[in-house]
T-cell receptor
Framework: GESVGLHLPTLSVQEGDNSIINCAYS??????FIWYKQESGKGPQFIID???NMDKRQGQRVTVLLNKTVKHLSLQIAATQPGDSAVYFC???????????WGAGTKLIIKP | DADVTQTPRNRITKTGKRIMLECSQT?????MYWYRQDPGLGLRLIYY???????NKGEISDGYSVSRQAQAKFSLSLESAIPNQTALYFC?????????????FGPGTRLTVL
């Protein structure tokens, strides 16, 4: 069945280093992918998205890479800061233009 | 003020009780969603609504019902709560322009069923 999953449930990164969070997806029909950040006690918040006609998209300190050949998505956070501590979710649209299929999430821990 | 609000934020109830979780939004979005979040399982869709006359079941609708009272309000009910419905519940909205899949989330309701 359809699934979106993350390779690592927890990622520890030194403050100031770059973080890379990975995601695998299985639905070849997905043409839209989103990364969300969920801080403790809050709902998920949009970080960045990418459509399947792109391989890379950059935002402020974040970059999303899409490899359709191996159905892999990654989120790169540059110069990780304490405020980046959160759970990060990837999501894909599957066959839909209104629903999202969510991965289980990766918890990012920032070491001082 | 928050664009998507949920009430209550926390609720403890007993098995068999009827519970209603409420969601309101000021974003003017037509589409609203209810999700459940359990540790290690990410978000799972319970119900979604495209407008006040459109209600659809999601992945895990059994044991839940919803009501779309107005464009801005979407409530989730547990008719007879059971312990495995203990979870974090999120309401979300999305529009029909721009990033049409981008969903905006409320702060969540933590529900505990004893």
């Amino acid at each position: 069945g359809e699934s979106v999953g993350l390779h690592l449930p927890t990622l520890s990164v030194q403050e100031g280093d770059n973080s890379i969070i990975n995601c695998a997806y299985s639905n070849s029909a997905s043409d839209y992918f989103i990364w969300y950040k969920q801080e403790s006690g809050k709902g998920p918040q949009f970080i960045i998205d990418i459509r399947s006609n792109m391989d890379k998209r950059q935002g402020q300190r974040v970059t999303v890479l899409l490899n359709k050949t191996v159905k892999h998505l990654s989120l790169q956070i540059a110069a990780t800061q304490p405020g980046d501590s959160a759970v990060y979710f990837c999501a894909e649209n599957g066959d839909s233009n209104y629903q999202l299929i969510w991965g289980a999430g990766t918890k990012l821990i920032i070491k001082p | 003020d928050a664009d998507v609000t949920q009430t209550p934020r926390n609720r403890i109830t007993k098995t068999g009780k009827r519970i209603m979780l409420e969601c309101s939004q000021t974003k003017g979005h037509d589409r609203m969603y209810w999700y459940r979040q359990d540790p290690g399982l990410g978000l799972r869709l319970i119900y979604y609504s495209f407008d006040v006359k459109d209600i659809n079941k999601g992945e895990i609708s059994d044991g839940y019902s919803v009501s779309r009272q107005a464009q801005a309000k979407f409530s989730l009910s547990l008719e007879s709560a059971i312990p495995n419905q203990t979870a974090l519940y999120f309401c979300a909205t999305s529009g029909t322009s721009g990033r049409y899949n981008e969903q905006f989330f409320g702060p969540g309701t933590r529900l505990t069923v004893l």
